[in-house]
């Protein structure tokens, strides 16, 4: 006997019906895409219990035909495609024919619809996929579905449920979605009897974008509207300045279907290269309207993805959009500050800059002798600047020739050559005197010591005491060859000295004359902190805000956070739900500066929406690494000595050697290496 069996249909649905039916906000989409392709103007949706238990779509569409109710639950029957070549060229958001029979199959549906030409409207049940009822009734027109119990009768679909509030956030998500793609509907979403979404339907983007996402998030946006072949790319991006640390407020709609697209987020990434920092990613409320055969829609059960006949154009189109969008962005801010915009204000590269200067001197005219004007000078006021600037100058700080050890100063054409060099004989001789102090001193006190080391007088050794006799070398003296100087070596192990900064990245120390420590400055304080908050455990640090901080996510990255609450309070965030999207930050890591806790919360809230599978441990770290990267200084930037050498000591003294993220954080330089280098040694 064979080993395949025909699947009876109810086995069959309830397999189909997992495709498109994999939780409550994967319903309403389909429910909610059936009233806008029902041309609906008002849509009311209402959940309870995230979705589970009870689920109401109303619309004011053109209702279903009494005759028209039984099919439209039969799997593959749809009113808007009926041969092969309308696929090609879908313009409504359905079109499989799947949904009714999905969800009719894993609940109870009850359906009130009225067409628009019939006189009387009907109520129609089916649970389980079994029509339970169907009788008129009196209702306006338009269709009302109420699915309840969702999954009832399929326990391993609703095992995989999430708890109530992550299955209402996933619906508010898509009610978000669906509101931005059609601003001329006027939504209405209840959750739980409690109102949290409503919409205009003025057909304005921007009061849509105000609904969903609030009025500071509205009022910070770039307008953009642009066609290029044939793709119309209209809608709003955020300021770069308020570009976000991921990608999660990018939203685009393709023929008024949301959509997840790569090929968009790609081209907006180039679009504002240089303009927006590297890792942040401008918000976006994009459409883009094309050829419905342009994109084929059917490659997803969801229709999440799309795929498009030919990418580029599809790129090309949203990257000038966007640039063309930034542009004008950036003219409009300095009309604001007052500045005239026919004459942007534009940063210019110094080499230009030079460039220029000398152009426009060169262009002057040459003042003949008698039009040029004779310097007036007044000698008592010369003389005294140069009387303060000889008490400032100090013998090794004058620059010495690099070569042949001696100063030049005879040569110059100064008037005051001759007090300088008085200045210099009498600083000389003031110095040696001291030094034949100090020498007696010491004899006195170490006789033993060797005398190569009474050299090192100044920190940097050997070399400065060598420009140091070069210096003081008279002018006239005869240029002296210079010598192989002799090894100079500081045996002391505590010998430690803060060399600078390169880069404003790297300190450099120098260490008992055996090697140079390279210390990266931002990983080496990343460290540090990352270690005082798991110490700490983080809400050891926390500081209360004085202004607690609002800020607005998308739904799930909102739910993520919502569920993570305790997780967050471990780490020094106070947090609460501050309603539809948006929550309150009441007290943060002390080590965190003010304008980086809001992106610090959005980069945790989209971790933790991506990464909900992670223990408590991993996430714990991750927000530690998280908030020690921002609160660390940074490279590129100023820091004061005095920090330097804190930080540099740290490192030493705690013995840190990677960043949380790994990479390393000191690297040594042996004297050795250098010699080698320098051809000193072999
Ligand atoms: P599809 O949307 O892919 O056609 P569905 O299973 O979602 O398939 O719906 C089947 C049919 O039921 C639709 O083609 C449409 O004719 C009808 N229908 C569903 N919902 C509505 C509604 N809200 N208003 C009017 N007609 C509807
Ligand atoms: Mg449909």
């Known amino acids: 006997m064979g080993k395949i069996n025909i699947l009876d249909k109810h086995v069959a649905e309830l397999i189909a019906a997992g495709e498109v039916v994999e939780r409550p906000s994967s319903v309403i989409k389909e429910l909610v895409e059936n009233s806008i392709d029902a041309g609906a103007t008002a849509v009311t949706v209402e959940i309870k219990n995230g979705g589970v238990t009870f689920m109401r779509v109303s619309d004011n569409g053109s209702g279903i035909l009494k005759e028209d109710i039984r099919p439209a639950f039969v799997r593959h029957a749809t009113s808007k495609v009926k041969v092969e070549d309308d696929l090609d060229a879908i313009a409504t958001l359905g079109f499989r024919g799947e949904a009714l029979a999905s969800v009719s199959s894993v609940s109870h549906l009850e359906l009130i619809t009225k067409a628009k030409e019939e006189d009387i409207g009907t109520r129609y049940q089916i649970e389980g996929g079994e029509e339970t009822l169907f009788e008129d009734a009196g209702c306006p027109d338009g269709t009302t579905f109420i699915i309840r119990d969702l999954f009832y009768n399929v326990p391993a679909r609703m095992k995989f449920l999430k708890t109530d509030m992550a299955e209402g956030n996933a619906v508010s998500n898509v009610m978000d979605k669906i509101a931005l793609s059609h601003p001329e509907i006027a939504f209405t979403y209840i959750k739980d009897g409690k109102t949290v979404l409503r919409t205009a339907g003025d057909a304005k983007l921007l009061s849509a974008i105000y609904a969903v996402y609030g009025r500071d998030f509205a009022k910070s946006l770039i307008p953009v509207d642009y066609t290029l072949g044939g793709i119309h790319v209209s809608g709003f991006i955020s300021r770069p300045e308020n570009a976000r640390p991921n990608r999660n407020m990018q939203n685009f709609f393709i023929n008024r279907r949301f959509v997840i697209c790569k090929t968009a987020m790609a081209a907006i990434s180039e679009a504002c290269k240089g303009v927006v920092m590297v890792g942040k990613f401008p918000s976006c409320v994009l459409n883009l309207d094309m050829s419905f055969n342009a994109v084929d829609v059917n490659v997803h059960p969801t229709k999440l993805e799309v795929r498009f006949v030919n990418e580029r154009p599809v790129f090309d189109a949203v990257y000038h959009a966007v640039k063309t969008a930034l542009m004008n962005g950036e003219k409009r801010i300095e009309a604001k500050l007052g500045s005239d915009p ?179 400055k931002h990983a080496a304080h990343e460290r540090i902190l990352y270690e005082k908050l798991k110490a700490e455990k983080g809400s050891g640090c926390s500081q209360l805000l004085l202004t607690p901080l609002t800020v607005t996510l998308n739904k799930l990255d909102y739910n993520a956070v919502i569920e993570n609450l305790d997780v967050l309070a471990e780490a020094g965030f106070d947090i609460d739900d501050f309603g539809s999207g948006s929550v309150i930050v009441r007290s943060a890591p002390q080590y965190l500066p003010l304008e980086d806790i809001e992106p610090s919360v959005i980069e945790m809230a989209g971790y933790l929406a991506e990464n909900k599978k992670d223990i408590r441990s991993a996430k714990m770290e991750w927000i530690y690494a998280n908030v020690s990267c921002r609160a660390a200084i940074k490279g590129g930037n100023t820091s004061t000595e005095q920090e330097l050498i804190a930080l540099a000591r740290q490192v030493e003294n705690e013995d840190v050697r990677h960043c949380p993220h790994g990479r390393p954080v000191c690297i040594s330089l042996k004297k050795r290496e250098l010699e080698r280098m320098f051809g000193r040694v072999e």
């Open 342 to 520: 026919a004459k942007p204000v534009k940063r210019v590269n110094p080499f230009e800059l030079a460039q220029r200067v000398f152009r426009e001197r060169d262009e002057q005219p040459v003042p003949t002798p008698a039009q040029k004007p004779l310097p007036k000078v007044d000698l008592q006021q010369e003389k005294k600047k140069a009387d303060a600037l000889f008490e400032m100058l100090d013998e090794p700080e004058i620059s010495v020739p690099p070569l042949g050890g001696t100063v030049r100063v005879s040569d110059s054409a100064s008037p005051f050559a001759d007090r300088y060099q008085r200045h210099l004989a009498e600083k000389r001789a003031a110095k040696e005197q001291a030094d034949e102090q100090r020498r007696e001193a010491s004899a006195e006190t170490d006789a033993e010591k060797p005398k190569a080391n009474e050299a090192q007088t100044s920190p940097a050794g050997h070399e400065a005491s060598e420009e140091l006799q070069a210096a003081t070398t008279p002018a006239e003296t005869v240029p002296q060859p210079i010598e192989e100087p002799a090894p100079l070596i500081d045996l002391d192990e505590n010998y430690w000295r803060f060399v600078g900064e390169a880069f404003k990245t790297y300190i450099i120390i120098e260490k008992n004359a055996r090697e140079l420590l390279l210390i990266d």
